[in-house]
């Protein structure tokens, strides 16, 4: 069944999951058809469609907060050897990542934050919110879900720069409010340091 952007966060109000998983879905809206396959095998239906004005500008996408990283939307999981033919999306359009809250890694953003460092950031999601933004130059965050609240205000505040640069925001202030959501869209200068950030980002298999 496809389920539209604003059905979406008008039933699944909350962003929920029990634990963090391994890895983590991200769907490329330039590369997806919204064939609607890989909706149709997420065990959580954490997968709704964006619709466009004509059905070729649909495209679908994946709500991080709940995707529990099963891997069914991305491969047959049994027939693991021969990911390349067995993808789920005959467009290659999903990502699989390892989640940042699990790899405990580098923080590939970190070296460009200008602002003020809190002892409790939360780099695992701002990471995370980073690479969605750089696949899909937009984000929507529920307005009842204060750690992605806070995660995205990081994102939109002039904190960011490469060396020398003046400060910039990634992500433009004035979200579009939708209500069950709010859609965050990425400046061009934020666009171009993601870009450069989340290029050689390792993904799950398709490494
Ligand atoms: S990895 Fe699993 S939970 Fe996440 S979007 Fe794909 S099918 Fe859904
Ligand atoms: S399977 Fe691929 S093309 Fe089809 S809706 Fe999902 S991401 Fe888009």
């Known amino acids: 069944m496809t389920i539209s952007v604003s059905e979406y966060f008008a039933k699944r109000k909350k962003a929920e999951r029990k634990k963090e998983p391994r890895y983590i879905a991200v769907i490329n809206r330039n590369s997806c058809t919204s ?38 939307c991305y491969r047959v999981p049994s027939e693991s050897t021969d990911f390349f033919t067995l ?51 937009e984000i929507r965050v529920r307005p009842t879900d204060e750690l992605r609240q806070r995660v995205i205000d990081y994102f939109t505040q002039p904190v960011w720069a490469t060396n020398g640069e003046t400060p910039f925001r990634i992500c433009h202030p004035e979200p579009e409010d939708h209500g069950n959501y709010r859609l965050y869209r990425v400046t061009p200068e934020g666009l171009q340091l993601l870009t450069r950030v989340y290029e050689h980002y390792p993904k799950v298999f398709m490494d």
Not at 37 to 57: F, M, Q, W
Not at 95 to 112: F, G, H, R
Not at 121 to 130: A, K, S, T
């Open 87 to 137: 993808t789920v999306c005959p467009w290659n359009a999903i990502d699989m990542l390892y989640n940042p809250a699990q790899k405990k890694d580098v923080i590939v953003l970190e070296p460009y934050y200008r602002g003020e460092k809190q002892e409790d950031m939360p780099w695992d999601e701002i990471e995370e919110f980073g690479y969605v933004l750089y696949l899909n130059e």
């Open 35 to 72: 064939c609607n396959s890989c909706a149709s095998v997420c065990p959580v239906d954490c997968i709704y469609e964006v619709p466009g004005v004509l059905p070729s500008e649909s495209y679908h996408q994946i709500d991080t907060t709940r995707c529990i990283g099963c891997q069914l």
